[in-house]
């Protein structure tokens, strides 16, 4: 993972929470596996470990900080940054983004 901590998410504020890492990963062929992780390796672990179970060219998974705000009536994931990106190329070969913009 990469060591900048875009807009302080990762160090957070005094007595906030902190943060969560959300996982996703998508075949682009309808399968899809996700998770929420207290720490940025083990999302990075289950990520990959997603990723590499899913051949297809296209395939691609991501990690996201992200903070939940309980003040409200529903509560909720409020995102930060991408932190993270794998992807299987047109080859099928695993790519790797540490960090990178925010598509999102």
Known sequence: MSSHDPAGWLSGLPGEPKPLFLWD????????????????????????????????AGAAGQIRAARLDLRGRDPQYVLGPVLFRARRDHTGRLVLDDGGTDSS
């Open 25 to 56: 990963a998508d075949s682009g062929h309808g399968r899809a596996s996700c998770g929420v992780t207290g720490g940025p390796w083990l999302a990075r672990r289950r990520m990959l470990d997603a990723v590499t179970a899913m051949p297809e």
